[in-house]
């Protein structure tokens, strides 16, 4: 816990689960006040079970509607009167499997709506916030992911937006220069939540065949972005790749 400065303030989006649930108990855990966002109030809470001791708030939210994220930052406001930091986390990969051709329309949207739009709605309410409140600055990390890089097969939405996170990451960087606010990026491979269960008994690579991942311990994601927030806002971590070491990343595909 903090004991020598005033606690500093995080916005944590999806934090209902997996890594946005690791990200808000590291973080409560290290003495910063959080405000745990997600589409489902019942397991935001069950987050905020887990250190029932630190300052926290829930506010129910879907990053893909403005009206929603406008609600999140203004209780963030009113709460704690500014923020440090965005962990803009919240995402879907969308249905598994499915190949270009087949993709709805509707799916496509959905994962775009969620990854990027929401990713922007949420940069763009911090930034703003960030630029404004006294003492200026802050600091945005964005979830993006090997897929950012490198894809997966039938996965062109994932892949889509995450690679369009990367062009996000950099402009807000760029622009945040002038205003104190540090923005980077985590990329992630193969770490241990619901989402990667699958990875254990069988994932399709890039050759049509199914075959076994290993993944790692969610807690070393959370410990790196936690480093990252850290840090002095004179000081950024630019882009991270964090990732099971033996998974099929480097030279994969």
């Not at 930052?73 to 919240?90: E, H, I, K």
């Not at 923005?183 to 992630?188: F, L």
């Amino acid at each position: 816990m903090r004991s020598d400065e005033q606690s500093k303030i995080a916005v944590v989006t999806g934090a209902g689960s997996g890594i946005g649930r690791a990200v808000a108990v590291e973080l409560l855990r290290a003495g910063w006040s959080v405000a745990l966002a997600g589409r489902r109030t019942e397991t935001l809470q069950q987050t905020a079970a887990l250190v029932p001791e630190a300052a926290r708030l829930v506010v129910r939210t879907d990053v893909s509607q403005p009206d929603d994220v406008a609600a999140l930052f203004t209780a963030v406001r009113d709460r704690f009167g500014r923020l440090d930091l965005l962990f803009n986390n919240a995402g879907t990969f969308g249905p598994g499997g499915v190949p270009v051709e087949d993709l709805p329309y509707e799916a496509w949207r959905h994962v775009v709506d969620t990854n990027l739009n929401g990713a922007f709605l949420c940069a763009q309410a911090a930034y703003r916030q960030m630029k404004e409140q006294d003492p200026r600055g802050g600091r945005i990390i964005n979830n993006g992911s090997i897929s950012a890089h490198t894809p997966r097969p039938h996965s062109v939405a994932y892949t889509a937006t995450k690679h369009a996170l990367t062009g996000l990451t950099k402009s807000l960087s760029l622009d945040g220069r002038a205003y104190g606010i540090a923005v980077g990026q985590i990329d992630i491979g193969n770490a241990a939540t619901d989402m990667t269960a699958r990875m254990g008994t069988g994932a399709l690579q890039a050759n049509g065949e199914i075959a076994p991942e290993p993944v790692m311990d969610v807690a070393d994601v959370a410990r790196t972005v936690r480093h990252m927030a850290e840090l002095p806002l004179e000081a950024n971590v630019q882009f991270a790749t964090v990732l099971a070491t033996a998974m099929p990343y480097v030279g994969r595909g």
